[in-house]
């Protein structure tokens, strides 16, 4: 599976982005899909998680509430509509992708597919 995200840039805090993530390869509804961030001299941050059918989601603490995760399985792709951004989301996001039917604990899979990720500047 192949993952490529997109959307990221330089925005204001207070600002709303919504990142993307299209798939080839692979059967794109067996997949649950992933959002982690890494911002710079920090260990890799787990940010929402959504079941192969978009029923069942799985949040970060500190995204509760702002970040919304949906999936699009005729288009392959996942999104990441992230709201009331601050200098704290600031990052490189990945999108990821873990061969799983599970509804649950999604943020705590060893998920087995990558992408290059984007990324997100919010200035205060």
């Known amino acids: 599976v192949q993952l490529q995200a997109s959307g990221g840039g330089l925005v204001q805090a207070g600002d709303s982005l919504r990142l993307s993530c299209a798939t080839s390869?692979?059967?794109?509804?067996?997949?649950?899909m992933g959002w982690f961030r890494q911002a710079p001299g920090k260990e890799r941050e787990f940010v929402a998680a959504i079941n192969w059918n978009g029923a069942n989601t799985d949040y970060g603490e500190p995204v509760q509430g702002r970040f919304t995760i949906s999936r699009d399985n005729a288009k392959k792709t996942v999104y990441l509509q992230m709201n009331s951004l601050s200098a704290d989301d600031t990052a490189v996001y990945y999108c990821?992708?873990?061969?799983?039917?599970?509804?649950?604990?999604?943020?705590?899979?060893?998920?087995?597919?990558w992408g290059r990720g984007t990324l997100v500047t919010v200035s205060s």
């Open positions: 390869g692979g059967t794109f509804s067996s997949y649950a």
């Open positions: 990821a992708a873990v061969a799983t039917y599970s509804d649950y604990d999604l943020g705590q899979y060893e998920y087995e597919y």
